[in-house]
């Protein structure tokens, strides 16, 4: 089975500082994707960034950026330029390739923004 | 087109009784979710609909819960004599299911669950 590990509970950044939010994975599968959702307080998930994995090429969005590293199972988010508005709980997902397309998430990481 | 809706956002009831949920995934989603979310936890997955068809439940959802989607649009999720470890966050998903390389789920706002 997989498992996504969010093992950092908590981070703070300063506001337009950079921070980077870490996740890893294990999967036996060589063909998947992975994903950064976004959850405000009291207000709905939201995808933030998705990454194939068959892709070398790190997946990129506005400020938000992931350092994907296949071979270590690591998929970490980085927000670049934080904005007061980025504070929420950020949760790493995994998909598999298959036609049940459910998500496997990490336990989630809350992020406070600093003004 | 405004996107996945839950009702009711808010549930409290007392053990024993039967809550009903209902999710209204974005118009034409042919596939529609439901997961759990508790307190400092991810949303673990329940089950799965493609269209009508309930194609996939999880360990978790007991003979207690019951999820239709009788239509292929809105869908229901019934839990049956609550118990206190019911209580949490129901989120329901919908996604185009038009290529699995594309398939994004969109979440609804959730339906917070509390058993007395």
């Known amino acids: 089975a997989q498992t996504v590990t969010q093992s950092q509970p908590e981070m703070s950044v300063q506001e337009a500082e950079t921070v980077t939010l870490s996740c890893t994975y294990d999967t036996s599968e060589s063909d998947y994707y992975l994903f950064w959702y976004k959850q405000p307080p009291s207000r709905q998930m939201i995808l933030v960034i998705r990454?194939?994995?068959?892709?070398?090429q790190n997946a990129t969005e506005n400020r938000f950026s992931v350092n994907f590293q296949k071979a270590a199972k690591s998929f970490s988010l980085k927000i670049s330029d934080s904005q007061l508005g980025d504070a929420a709980m950020y949760f790493c997902?995994?998909?598999?390739?298959?036609?049940?397309?459910?998500?496997?998430f990490g336990k989630g990481i809350t992020l406070s923004v600093r003004p | 087109d405004t996107g996945v809706s839950q009702d009711p956002r808010h549930k409290i009831t007392k053990r024993g009784q039967n809550v009903t949920f209902r999710c209204d995934p974005i118009s034409e989603h042919n596939r529609l979710y439901w997961y759990r979310q508790t307190l400092g936890q991810g949303p673990e997955f329940l089950t799965y609909?493609?269209?009508?068809?309930?194609?996939?439940k999880s360990r978790l959802l007991s003979d207690r819960f019951s999820a239709e989607r009788p239509k292929g649009s809105f869908s229901t999720l019934e839990i049956q004599r609550t118990e206190q470890g019911d209580s949490a966050m129901y989120l329901c998903?919908?996604?185009?299911?038009?290529?699995?390389?594309?398939?994004?789920?969109?979440f609804g706002p959730g339906t917070r669950l509390t058993v007395l």
């Open positions: 998903a919908s996604s185009s299911g038009l290529a699995v390389s594309t398939d994004t789920q969109y």
């Open positions: 997902a995994y998909r598999t390739t298959g036609a049940n397309s459910k998500l496997t």
């Open positions: 609909f493609q269209n009508e068809a309930q194609l996939e």
């Open positions: 990454q194939e994995a068959y892709k070398q």
